[in-house]
C-alpha cells in the first residue's frame, strides 16, 4: 500500500519553475558586427497545449538567424521557450509569438522559426515563419 504524504517541499514553487515565470529573452553583443553568420539553434523539448483539446503538443523548434548588433542568450532562450509548456496556444501562434518575441529582443537582420510538432492523430505539422530587416 502506497501512503501519501504531503510536504512543504511539494506544496513550494520549484526553483526551475520560479526562473521559467520570472525569465526574459537576454542578449549580448554580437563579437562580429558587419560579417553576416548564421547562428542555428535547436529546442527539441518544447511543448504547449492545445487551445481547443487540452492535449499537449509536442515539436521541435529550430531557430536560425543572422544577427545584427545582439546575440540571444541560450539559458534565457530556453527559460522562455519552457513558458510555453502551459500555455494554450495553437501551433501556428506558437511559432509566430516566438519569432515576434525573438525579433522585439534581439534585432536581427533576418530570422526563421520553424517549429515542427510531433504528429498526433496521423496529423504531422511543420510552420515556418520568417522575419527580414529588408521587408520591414
Known sequence: MVQETTSTFN???????????????????????GRHYNINISLPEFTCKCPFSGYPDFATIYITYIPYEKVMELKALKLYINGYRDKYISHEESANQILDDFVEACDPLEATVKADFSPRGNVHMIVETKYSQNNH
Do not use: D, H, S
Open 11 to 33: 506544496q513550494t514553487v520549484k526553483y526551475g519553475e520560479r526562473n521559467i515565470v520570472e525569465g526574459k529573452l537576454i542578449t549580448f553583443p554580437n563579437p562580429r558586427i
